[in-house]
């Protein structure tokens, strides 16, 4: 498979405590790739660092050969449920509607053909029936609908999301990741921090372990195995240098 | 009461604060979403040494002049919280309670020095600073006024899509190439700027009042963002109205209390019976647990 994001020798630090080192590794695309590791092993630290929402100590992060910087607009971001204003006065549409802003002149007011796309957005995650309820009032799953439709209004290439199954129930998740399958049929590409690891086989088709740095990746066949997961987990920091 | 309805001193002086009332319910509101309002509080107290200063080095008590000496005053106060609560272990409030106090006090030291100096001369206005005096506004204070609010919701719509994303999601709103930091500015700008022209008016002890009270009964009457503003910018516009009414009717109420007390009235209405109050809240848990 041909490959869309590389990244070479990235380096992330937090007050001086190393979050990710020497980090190499490429994303195929049209990939479902999960990024998996221990608590603490960098995985958020990666796709904040991939979406330019951290500055690495060095490193490069390129998609399709150019800076990150430049393709922004093709990716969609799904964040952690933790990093939203619940206290903002939105319903569901105007959500979802947030998504069509990159296609947008100069005022980003969103018309008829935005709210459109947007309704089948909701269509796709079944939420369409909510679309007029207030964003705090739903569940955890519903919000994660939410964020989806909101990526996929988005039309973006590449859909980011940090653990996106997390605390929802299982009618969800087993939406997400049909709803994923169906947009990898479209030539989409998925990077999804995972955690738990006995759905990996199930739910992707490449993986990258980490923890601070690359322990394994590539096809999901090819690297999953008890030696690699053991040494991610079990050989804390076994990397010195 | 028609005779002060259509009395000039009067016209110009609700013109004057109904707009300034307006844009605060506006700018006030994302303030009060993003749970920054004790910084408007904090900032609009640390702005009264401004105002004594720019009089002192100045030697004038021309509003623009003073303003502007607000202004830079807002800003320091709003850079010091920033450095205390990033550098050292005080936290938020204690920041903001410590710049609050501190920058106050030194208006209120300055404002004596100047008061008992035979060397300033003029310094009987300065005092409404604190409280408010909108009976003597002047035209060009209602031109400072207009100009600021006006900018400052222009600004406001021109940047609206922008401002929502950044005020729910600012990791998202990053990630689709919006700068934060220009968004954050963009807020603080406008917040310390309305500040700034509205001292003379409102007084800037209880300035903070025109950012939060209209933000509070919008959140309490609607979840819609853009009924929110449109509910905080009416309330803010019809408290000012009123007040300065009841200021200019009653001899001699100061204006900036006068139009709390209105904008207060609105709240505590608002907290009983509206559909997010807690009177319906109440109402309704009892309903709940009745079926169940």
Known sequence: METLITIKDLNVAYQEKPALWHVNMSIPANSRTAIVGPNGAGKSTLIKSIMTLIKPISGKIDIDGKDVRHALKRIAYVPQKGEVNWDFPATVLDVVLMGRYVHKGWFKRPNRQDSEIALDALKTMKMEAFRNRQISELSGGQRQRVFLARAIAQNAEIYIMDEPLQGIDITTEKLIIDVMKALQQEGKTFVVVHHQLDTVEDYFDHAVILNKTVIAQGPVEAIWNESNIEKAYYEMSGHHD | ?292
């Open chain 2, 1 to 292: 009461m028609i005779d002060i309805l259509t009395s000039y001193t009067f016209m110009i002086v609700a013109l004057g604060t109904v707009i300034l009332a307006v844009a605060s319910g506006i700018i006030g509101t994302v303030s009060v979403i993003k749970g920054q309002s004790l910084i408007g509080d904090a900032v609009g107290h640390a702005t009264f040494p401004g105002i004594v200063l720019a009089f002192m080095l100045a030697g004038t008590r021309e509003t623009l002049v003073l303003a502007l000496g607000a202004l830079l005053l807002g800003i320091i106060a709003f850079f010091t919280i920033q450095i205390i609560t990033e550098h050292s272990r005080i936290t938020l409030d204690g920041a903001l309670a410590l710049v609050l106090s501190s920058f106050f006090g030194l208006g209120m030291a300055l404002m004596s020095f100047v008061q008992g100096n035979p060397d300033f001369e003029g310094t009987q206005g300065l005092s409404d600073y604190i409280f408010g005096q909108a009976a003597y506004m002047l035209r060009s204070d209602v031109y400072l006024i207009l100009a600021a609010s006006g900018a400052s919701l222009l600004v406001f719509i021109l940047f609206y899509q922008q401002l929502k994303i950044y005020i729910f999601d600012p990791v998202y709103s990053r990630s689709i190439g919006i700068s934060n930091m220009l968004m954050n500015f963009m807020i603080l700008g406008i917040t310390i700027t309305l500040i700034a022209v509205g001292l003379k008016a409102v007084g800037a002890i209880l300035i903070v009042n025109l950012l939060i009270a209209p933000a509070v009964v919008g959140q309490l009457w609607s979840d819609r963002f853009f009924h929110v503003l449109i509910i905080a910018a009416a309330t803010g516009g019809i408290s000012a109205f009123a007040g300065t009414y009841i200021s200019t009717a009653g001899n001699d109420i100061a204006t900036g209390p006068a139009i709390i007390l209105v904008l207060s009235a609105f709240v505590l209405v608002s907290l009983l019976s509206a559909r997010k109050g807690l009177l319906r809240r109440s109402i309704l848990k009892r309903k709940v647990g009745e079926r169940s």
